[in-house]
């Protein structure tokens, strides 16, 4: 493997500006040896959390915050966001270590934290110039992929003071409502029922085969690699929670677009998974149950909901979009790929059924 990425930051956006100097001096009271105030720019990518780099001389920084207007909640929950990273570093060395947790709202009007920044190379839809990966240099690439998914699972929240991060049992039951809720609430009238796909998910409910902790959404885009294919650093652990790691591995497979999909699947590819030598979706299942002596049988059911629930937050995206809350012309044919994706569930349904 070879090349690197460009910086991929970007000027701060006006209405994410924010006092650079007042922060430095809060900042500054908290970790040791910055000359400052920084320069500061802003990461663009992500539609959650609002991601800044903290450029001082010698070292670089992250603050990451809520958009505007958003208060502690769900995946805005910055105090959340910090403390499972704290928990986390010691047991699982791939989390960023963060350095200082503020909720004095004269400073940026609400909660926010500052973290070292990880270096690596992060994969997007396509690999960057300059980059080539060859057949085997893919395969061990998303061999270790599903490796460090597995070893997440394994963490002992016990150990790491974690426990109460969620609810436990009943996890797999809750996210089917909660999704389902989800996507009633942003429906919109040319989008599709998918009644016999929640109706197949209710009556083919499982039971948690475990619980742990789960990353919630674990992604190429969301890993860092270094030199030698090595992953470096995991990102963005804004919605970890305990739940099942199988409901994990679906949500993650429902994004795993691989070489032998249709047009439309590969349209929507984010993730360079379909270059020769990475595991299909059925090898990712295999290896990860290798990995972590988890029994896993039949497989359907969790590719379903992953779909469902990938189905679900594109169709909310696309509920702003036709609300006229954003105008980005990106999300106008979302609802084309959501009333795509009930069609492939459904088929995988009838699949197993026959």
């Given at each position: 493997?070879?090349?690197?990425?460009?910086?991929p930051t970007?000027?701060?956006?006006?209405?994410?500006?924010?006092?650079?100097?007042?922060?430095?001096?809060?900042?500054?009271?908290?970790v040791d040896?910055?000359?400052?105030?920084?320069?500061?720019?802003?990461?663009?990518?992500?539609?959650?959390?609002?991601?800044?780099?903290?450029?001082?001389?010698?070292?670089?920084?992250?603050?990451?915050?809520?958009?505007?207007?958003?208060?502690?909640?769900?995946?805005?929950?910055?105090?959340?966001?910090?403390?499972?990273?704290?928990?986390?570093?010691?047991?699982?060395?791939?989390?960023?270590?963060?350095?200082?947790?503020?909720?004095?709202?004269?400073?940026?009007?609400?909660?926010?934290?500052?973290?070292?920044?990880?270096?690596?190379?992060?994969?997007?839809?396509?690999?960057?110039?300059?980059?080539?990966?060859?057949?085997?240099?893919?395969?061990?690439?998303?061999?270790?992929?599903?490796?460090?998914?597995?070893?997440?699972?394994?963490?002992d929240v016990?150990?790491?003071?974690?426990?109460?991060?969620?609810?436990?049992?009943?996890?797999?039951?809750?996210?089917?409502?909660?999704?389902?809720?989800?996507?009633?609430?942003?429906?919109?009238?040319?989008?599709?029922?998918?009644?016999?796909?929640?109706?197949?998910?209710?009556?083919?409910?499982?039971?948690?085969?475990?619980?742990?902790?789960?990353?919630?959404?674990?992604?190429?885009?969301?890993?860092?690699?270094?030199?030698?294919?090595?992953?470096?650093?995991?990102?963005?652990?804004?919605?970890?929670?305990?739940?099942?790691?199988?409901?994990?591995?679906?949500?993650?497979?429902?994004?795993?677009?691989?070489?032998?999909?249709?047009?439309?699947?590969?349209?929507?590819?984010?993730?360079?998974?379909?270059?020769?030598?990475?595991?299909?979706?059925?090898?990712?299942?295999?290896?990860?149950?290798?990995?972590?002596?988890?029994?896993?049988?039949?497989?359907?059911?969790?590719?379903?909901?992953?779909?469902?629930?990938?189905?679900?937050?594109?169709?909310?995206?696309?509920?702003?979009?036709?609300?006229?809350?954003?105008?980005?012309?990106?999300?106008?044919?979302?609802?084309?790929?959501?009333?795509?994706?009930?069609?492939?569930?459904?088929?995988?349904?009838?699949?197993?059924?026959?």
């Open positions: 493997m070879t090349g690197a990425e460009d910086d970007v000027e701060v956006r006006a209405e994410d500006r924010f006092d650079a100097g007042a922060v430095h001096d809060w900042l500054s009271s908290e040896g910055l000359d400052g105030p920084p320069e500061v720019r802003q990461f663009p990518r992500g539609a959650s959390n609002l991601t800044y780099l903290l450029r001082y001389p010698d070292r670089d920084l992250i603050l990451r915050r809520p958009p505007a207007g958003h208060k502690a909640a769900s995946a805005h929950d910055m105090r959340r966001e910090y403390r499972v990273q704290a928990a986390l570093k010691p047991a699982f060395g791939y989390v960023p270590t963060v350095l200082a947790f503020n909720d004095d709202p004269a400073l940026l009007g609400g909660d926010f934290y500052v973290m070292e920044r990880l270096d690596g190379l992060i994969l997007r839809g396509d690999l960057p110039p300059g980059l080539t990966l060859d057949e085997p240099a893919a395969r061990e690439l998303s061999q270790g992929l599903v490796d460090r998914l597995a070893e997440l699972h394994e963490v016990d150990a790491v003071g974690l426990r109460d991060l969620g609810k436990g049992a009943g996890y797999v039951e809750r996210q089917i409502r909660g999704w389902t809720s989800r996507f009633a609430k942003a429906k919109t009238p040319n989008a599709p029922e998918f009644t016999e796909v929640i109706g197949w998910l209710e009556a083919n409910l499982r039971d948690e085969v475990r619980i742990c902790l789960i990353h919630n959404d674990f992604r190429f885009d969301n890993v860092l690699l270094g030199a030698g294919l090595s992953i470096t650093g995991i990102l963005d652990w804004e919605m970890a929670t305990l739940g099942d790691p199988l409901m994990e591995l679906g949500s993650t497979l429902a994004y795993w677009v691989q070489a032998d999909d249709d047009d439309v699947m590969k349209a929507s590819r984010r993730q360079p998974t379909h270059l020769p030598g990475m595991l299909t979706r059925a090898e990712v299942v295999e290896r990860y149950t290798n990995r972590s002596g988890i029994e896993i049988g039949d497989f359907t059911f969790y590719e379903v909901y992953g779909l469902f629930r990938l189905a679900v937050v594109l169709q909310q995206i696309y509920y702003r979009f036709h609300s006229g809350d954003t105008h980005n012309p990106a999300f106008a044919d979302f609802w084309q790929f959501v009333a795509y994706l009930e069609w492939r569930c459904l088929e995988i349904i009838h699949k197993g059924r026959s």
